[in-house]
């Protein structure tokens, strides 16, 4: 293995991180900002309110998106075991 093979593997291996992770982490975001925007109006700071909405909204993303992410790392998986098969 080269520099290059070892650089295109962390590059695909990176890239599957971020689409693997993207279906949890931008409903986080949008909830998180919708519930910040609902404190800053009514004044309510309760630390628990912004916890249980995000948790929630990303096991329900997790469970929706489990087949692609599961996809995802299989593809993953197949490309690093036939490079290891045919020796890079």
Same mark, same amino acid.
């Given at each position: 293995?080269?520099?290059?093979?070892a *650089?295109?593997?962390?590059?695909?291996?990176?890239?599957?991180? *971020?689409?693997?992770?993207a279906?949890?982490i931008?409903?986080?975001?949008i909830?998180g900002?919708?519930?910040a925007?609902l404190q800053?109006l009514?004044?309510?700071?309760e630390?628990t309110l912004?916890?249980?909405p995000?948790?929630?909204?990303?096991l329900?993303m997790?469970?929706i998106a489990?087949?692609?992410i599961?996809g995802?790392?299989?593809? *993953?998986?197949t490309?690093?075991?036939?490079?290891?098969?045919n020796?890079f």
């Amino acid at each position: 293995m080269n520099e290059v093979d070892a *650089l295109d593997l962390v590059r695909t291996a990176i890239w599957t991180i *971020l689409i693997g992770s993207a279906p949890a982490i931008i409903p986080a975001m949008i909830v998180g900002i919708g519930i910040a925007l609902l404190q800053a109006l009514t004044q309510v700071q309760e630390i628990t309110l912004t916890f249980i909405p995000k948790i929630v909204a990303i096991l329900v993303m997790i469970v929706i998106a489990g087949p692609f992410i599961g996809g995802q790392m299989y593809a *993953l998986t197949t490309v690093i075991y036939s490079r290891i098969e045919n020796g890079f």
